[in-house]
């Protein structure tokens, strides 16, 4: 079984020596609730309750499983419970305003937490999860009085919401969608149609479940222009906000898949189900993408998950564990072999989990500040702007962590050998339970897409040089600065390769389109080795600072060292690889006729 | 769920037109049994049982699962009626002198009967598989009697084999074992201890099971010289030579792990059971070891498996699933989306699966010519630089072909979207089964430190200087051949980069042999993707030979050409990132203090 202790010095020495939160939170008017005492607590509180309640039940719940019968969802022992503490600790609503019953608090302290409960238990954290997408999609595109039936029941978690986006024919081509929506006469709508991979779609934890649907009024333009948003009730909600009528709406049955058991993944019928339209009509994709940026940062939280709790559950069997004589000479002369930690290629295993939680919490901590700011700056420019970074951060993010926790999660089951297949030891449920995080919330191939495509190429270069620049600009100022040396010349050395193989594939692709999807996913990996190391660079900075002035805790920051250092030399170089395959002809992948694929 | 079809087409191209098979089995005595049609009737009778009887319960075996109660094992419906045909089509003893009952055909039929059972159903085929260790353990080192008592029921498969090893503390360092053989009066032993990870240790197939088990016996000297070889059956043999008294050994339970659920991995308890020394005193583990390497490249199949199953599933359902428009226009324009097969990001998934499964049937059919002349060729020096070959090449097929089988299985859910999560495709089973293949058997870790420490520094470099010349001959020798010219250039590249890699890796070594270990796993996979391109570029000949001549199916040739092309230019490159990882400093890795690694 695994078990979880919230990385807390990690995580305040990001926000605090890396990424200067406390300026930042300055910046923005709802920054000021969050004083550093009050993120210190939240965190500490958030921490403690993932440690306590969530981290047991993270077997429980993938042992038990979610059972489903006649249309109703049984959650696995303890999960109802841990989600009373939760309404209890009015967790639900903490980056909501206060006049919905919200704390009020950043979006960026919303993110922390779901780090803290995500690592703890993905399963579990994934009913408020989806909560908050439609909490967001709410506050962004409700009514007035939208808001104050369903929001304020959101925030205080008795009621809980899902995203209804995917049918059985279409996941990452929502245009294909057949789901309908009949006016009525009272100015609500009939919603019949079939939605699969509904997360939390059903369950036995909230009184009532929101569930927000894409659907298609009669007569609505094909394809993507035709799809609108509704707010679609478990049970309608009856004249005092509470709950009243049943609706018709019904889980129709539950997946049985490889991994996160202990999450309902539903398919769900609307039957004539009474919906409400959310936002202006046949333009619900948008609406539902707004929040986009900030729920795909939230699925890159689980490769980071994955990534820190592989980490923490290998590292004391790398310890405990005592099998042959290091390559050096002898570590544990009193037993007969020495602990599995004293063989270079087991703690490259640990080192590479290690750096890749610490990368990821840099890179999706500072994409948590532009989060903050698309939503709170004082200007429409500044949000603008703050929305374009993110944008541009968020497929890297999305795609590149879960990749690498995937990675993580595999090398600390092999860390624990033959021991690691069997289920007591929890590491291969971290695996099983990590293998999704590439697929949903977009694909790795849709994030490379997404990237080259809408970030680069349709943005007309803005943002990909933006971004060059500031690698450039920390480039040279660290070309200069003595320990980091190095680390500036590899940044400089790895963003000119970049640039040189972008310009490369965009001239391939002038002539055949395909030069682009064949080498999309290569660009997105040599983007997030890159973007790793410029944070990496950055956290070893502000490590070599705080030594230098004796602050700090000064065996940590040599771990900090540490570990950027063997980022460079180990994980890096890997981007070589890529920059090599997305040079590579478009030919090689798609000169092959369709018919000579099946020939066996 | 998955579906297999035996690949006929590649095996013969790889047996006939790449290897020369022919020529092969004429230089080994058995070999004058294989003859071609003989070769040609084993594939295809051995393609059917996997596809018709195998392949269908594949899944019953992944959802029932082994049942423990009371000591016994009860396999899934359909295991013991397929292990029941698989006893009457004389298959166990396929590659097995005649005198006991076997066919007496060469090793390598062996092994491609194999392939083609785990492929259709990897834990059904453990069970025959784990049999094939005991027997080859009793042929070698058995006395006579043995050999009639055990090997003519194992070739039979009326009764079944384990290789007993692992114990709870100790699985890689099997110095650290502990079970004990008290000598008795009649020349027996009396067996104690208990031993874990047993694969097909009990079930309901067999009338008795043939445990091969390492143990102590009393004054023997610690650590790996002191371990002997034991035969301890479930019944011991009457008279007669049939199942007799109940032996004292016993399955305690079995472990509930992520994957292979059809095959039993039991503990097996050993309370004074009565045990027969197999070969000499104290010289277990080298008899042991005397099959060591075929073991591995079977192991290796199972990394070929996960690669050619995960491509067989994936490819239909790229070809029917429709989504998005292709970069390069419409491809289905009378539908609303194109198949996904028309998205490069998905051919390189498929390619890439496709490439290892090809690659790795190569490497392992050559592999398997070697340890044919290791068992039959005429001299002992030949017989010797057989299995000398065979020694270099096992650690990289067994961690390369089961490494880059598990990327195969995962880029074949990833191809399904979130629906490779959910059980009823199959895709995750072939993920779960494979996850094992890394870690059992040796892992990768040790198979690096294997090819580095033994097969390349022991043995004084002379095994790798032979390779490395192999690797210049044939890439001179094709520098100047037309189209291949570009993989004979690849190749000579590869290869002196590998060789200064190896030098200056051996340098950082003299001065901390931590080096060793830092850069083993790299410097394993660095000679995996070399290897693969060799053997890569000589299909690729042998297909261009064939085509010119106008001979055979020219657009299975074409597809070899087109999977060669992809390999050279979109996987043999990440080479290049080992070589650039295994050439960093030792400190990187070594570096840490101990109490660093666990500041959160």
């Given at each position: ?7 807390l010095?990690?995580i305040?020495?990001?926000l605090n ?8 939170y ?9 004083t ?7 965190i ?14 993270n077997?429980v ?8 019968k006649?249309?109703?969802v ?11 503490m ?14 919905y ?16 409960v995500g ?39 008795t ?17 294909l ?11 609500s709508?009939?919603i ?36 609108s ?16 009528e049943r ?39 948008e ?9 795909r940062?939230?699925?890159?939280i689980q ?20 099998s042959?004589?290091a ?8 037993v007969a ?8 290629d ?13 990368g ?18 004082e ?26 926790g ?13 021991h690691?297949y069997?289920?007591?030891?929890g590491?291969?449920q971290?695996?099983r339970?990590a293998r ?23 943005d ?5 040089a ?6 450039y600009?920390?480039?040279f ?21 970049w ?6 594939m965009?001239a ?5 389109r395909?030069?682009v ?34 602050e ?5 920051l ?14 890096l ?7 090599a395959c ?10 092959m ?8």
């Open positions: 079984m695994t078990t979880f202790k919230a990385p010095r990690d305040d020495f990001v020596d890396v990424l200067d939160y406390q300026a930042h300055k910046t923005i008017p709802c920054g000021e609730e969050a550093p005492d009050m993120v210190e607590a939240i500490s509180e958030a921490g403690k309750f993932a440690e306590e309640v969530l981290s047991p039940l077997q719940g993938d042992q038990q499983g979610c059972q489903w006649d249309g109703e049984t959650t696995p022992d303890g999960f109802k419970e841990a989600y009373q939760w309404i209890e600790g009015g967790w639900q609503g903490l980056s909501h305003p206060a006049e019953g919200g704390q009020g608090l950043p979006l960026s302290m919303g993110l922390i937490k779901s780090e803290l690592t703890a238990n993905w399963s579990w954290g994934m009913y408020p999860g989806l909560s908050l997408g439609a909490m967001n999609t709410l506050y962004v595109h409700g009514t007035e009085e939208q808001k104050q039936v369903y929001l304020s029941k959101l925030c205080e978690a009621w809980s919401g899902t995203m209804c986006l995917t049918e059985p024919h279409c996941g990452s081509d929502l245009g969608m057949k789901t309908k929506a009949e006016p009525q006469q009272d100015g709508y009939h019949t149609g079939t939605k699969i991979f509904i997360s939390a779609g059903e369950h036995d934890m909230a009184e009532n479940i929101v569930h927000i649907v894409l659907a298609r009024t009669p007569g609505s333009p094909e394809g993507t222009k035709g799809i948003l509704f707010i679609v009730p478990k049970f309608l909600p009856n004249a005092e906000g509470g709950v009243g609706n018709g709406v019904s889980c129709g049955s539950i997946e049985h898949k490889m991994g996160i058991h202990g999450n309902a993944t539903c398919v769900m019928n609307f039957d004539n189900a009474t919906g409400f339209m959310l936002g202006v009509e046949n333009q619900g994709l609406a539902m993408f707004t929040f986009m940026n900030t729920a940062v939230g699925t890159a490769g980071l998950a994955a990534s820190e709790l592989a980490y923490q559950n290998a590292l004391p069997y790398a310890m405990e564990r005592h042959m004589r390559l050096s000479g002898k570590k544990n002369p009193e072999a020495d602990a599995i930690i004293h063989h270079a087991v703690r490259r295993m640990l080192l590479t989990a290690k750096a890749f939680a610490e990821g919490r840099l890179m999706i901590y500072d994409a948590a500040k532009y989060a903050d700011r698309m939503m709170f700056a200007t429409e420019e500044e949000r603008d702007e703050a929305e374009n970074e993110l944008g541009f951060l968020t497929p890297i993010l999305k795609a590149f962590l879960t990749e690498t995937q990675e993580s999660a595999s090398l600390g089951m092999q860390v624990f050998g033959g690691g069997i289920a007591e030891h590491m291969e971290i695996y339970d999704i995080s590439t697929m949903y919330e977009g694909t790795t191939g849709i994030q490379a897409l997404d990237l080259i495509g809408r970030k680069v190429v349709l007309g270069f803005k943002l990909y933006a971004f060059s620049k500031k690698l600009k920390f480039g100022k660290t070309l200069f600065t003595g320990k980091q040396r190095g680390y500036g010349a590899s940044i400089i050395g790895y963003t000119l390769c640039n040189w193989k972008t310009v490369k965009l391939r692709a002038a002539r055949n395909d030069a999807g064949a080498a999309s996913v290569d660009f997105l990996m040599y983007s997030g080795y890159l973007s790793m190391a410029y944070y990496m660079a950055m956290a070893a900075e502000a490590a070599h600072n705080k030594l230098n002035k004796g700090g805790d000064t065996e940590f040599k771990s900090k060292l540490e570990t950027v250092e063997f980022y460079f030399k180990r994980l170089p890997r981007a070589k690889a890529h920059a997305m040079d590579s002809s478009t030919d090689s992948v798609m000169g006729e369709l018919g000579r694929f099946e020939l066996r």
